[in-house]
C-alpha cells in the first residue's frame, strides 16, 4: 500500500545519504592523516582546516530540479557531484596544488574532474581548486564508488568566499551592481595578499634551505 512504498522510498533515501557521510568520513580520515603527518614529517603544516558537509536534501533536489535532471536516486547520484563536500583551507598557493597532488596520488582516489577557479577565476573573482573524486566505500554487502567534491583554498579565498556567499545569500542571488563590484575588487585584493604571502614564504624558504646547507658542510668556510 501507499504508506509501505512511502516508507521503503524513506529506506532508500536514508541509505542513499549514509554512503555520502561514510564517504566524508573516508576523505576527512584521509586529510587528517596528511595533516597530522606533515607536521611531524615536515614541521610545517599547510593545512589550516578542514571543514566538511552534506548536501541538504532540499538543496540536492533544487540543483536537480534547476539543471533538469530526474528526479530519480540514480540520476541525482550520476549527476550531482558535490552532495558529499570537503574543504581544505591552507595558508599558500603553493599548498593547494601540493595537497591536490598528494590525494591524487592515493590509488583508492579517482580523480573524474578538476576546475581550476585558482588559474581561471569565475568572472566575480571567486577561487578555488575544486576536486571532483570518487572513493569505494565498503558496506556490509557491497562497494559503492561514491563522488565527493573537494574544495581547496588559501585563507584569504576562503575569507573571501564565506562573505560572498553570505550576501549572495542574503540578496538571493541578485547582489546590488555596486556591491558586487566592491566584492570583485575585493576579490582582487585577497589575490594580491596571495601573491604577497607566498613570495614572503619563498623567500623564508629559502633562506632555511642555505642555512640548512651550511650546517651540512663538514667545516666552516
Ligand atoms: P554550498 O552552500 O557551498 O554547497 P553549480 O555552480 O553548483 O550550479 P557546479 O558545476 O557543481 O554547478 O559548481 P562549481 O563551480 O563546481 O561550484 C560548486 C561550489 O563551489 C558551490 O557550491 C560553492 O561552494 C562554490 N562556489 C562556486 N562558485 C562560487 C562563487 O561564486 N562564490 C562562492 N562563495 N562560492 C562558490 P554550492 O552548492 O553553490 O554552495
Redesign the pocket.
Known sequence: NELDSLKNLKDSFVRFMMTYKFALEEVNTKINILKQEFQYADDYNPIEHITS?L?SPE?IIN?AY??GFDLTLSSIKENI??IA?VRITCSFISDIYKISRMLQNQKDIKLIEV?D?VKNP?P?G?R?L?LIIQIPVFMSNRVNDVYV?V?IRTIAMDFW??L??KI?YKYSGEIPKELKEELTEAAFSALKLDEKMENIHDQVNKIKKHSQFEQSLPFDG
Request: proline share 0%; charged share 50%.
Open positions: 558537509r548536501k538543496s540543483k534547476r539543471k557531484r558535490d563536500g576546475k577557479y569565475k566575480n571567486y578555488s575544486h567534491e574544495q568566499s564565506s560572498e556567499h549572495y
